[in-house]
């Protein structure tokens, strides 16, 4: 489908130059001399390089649409993940970078949606928060206060978050995949 380019918004794939390219960011730009233009930055969906762009206002681009399916997590073979379509049971192998540091989050049989483009997959989403048990945190300083300061703690996948200091071993919480930020203790 064909957009001009003031239409492009951050997060629309586009395809480019024989590429798929996600969409970072846009600015509008009118310089004072010559005609408008969109500055987009893009991130190739299949090799992660950055590219930016200038697409002159009155020109139009390939805006791609990908399909989106629910697959179940599996379980890691090495470097590669094995997932599951919920709807064929088909199975599908990736390699574990396709997620970065999102992968360190799943969990056997974690429900996710992977978006593909011509039966390729091109990225998998996670749920935003998931629970996690701490294995080890520090202790308390003494003359802490809950409000201002955390601690750092390591959860059972290995990463490490920040938690307020009431939070001891073997507590279980919710943690925000993406910005591998603590949220709140699990109920």
Known sequence: MKINAVEIKPGNILEYEGGLWRVVKTAHTQPGKGGAYMQVELKNLRDGRKNNIRFRSAESVEKVRLDQK???FL???GDNLVFMDKETYDQVTLPSDLLGDAAA?????????????????????LPDQIEATIV?????????????SYKPAILDNGVRVMVPPFISAGTRIVVDVY?????RKAD
């Open 105 to 125: 989050f799943l969990q056997d049989g974690m429900d996710v949606v992977m978006e593909m483009y011509d039966d390729e997959a091109l990225s998998v989403a």
């Open 136 to 148: 080890e945190a520090d202790a308390v300083v003494k003359g802490q206060t809950a409000s201002s």
């Open 70 to 72: 629910d697959f179940q």
């Open 179 to 183: 910005e591998r930020e603590y949220v």
């Open 75 to 77: 379980y890691a073979e």
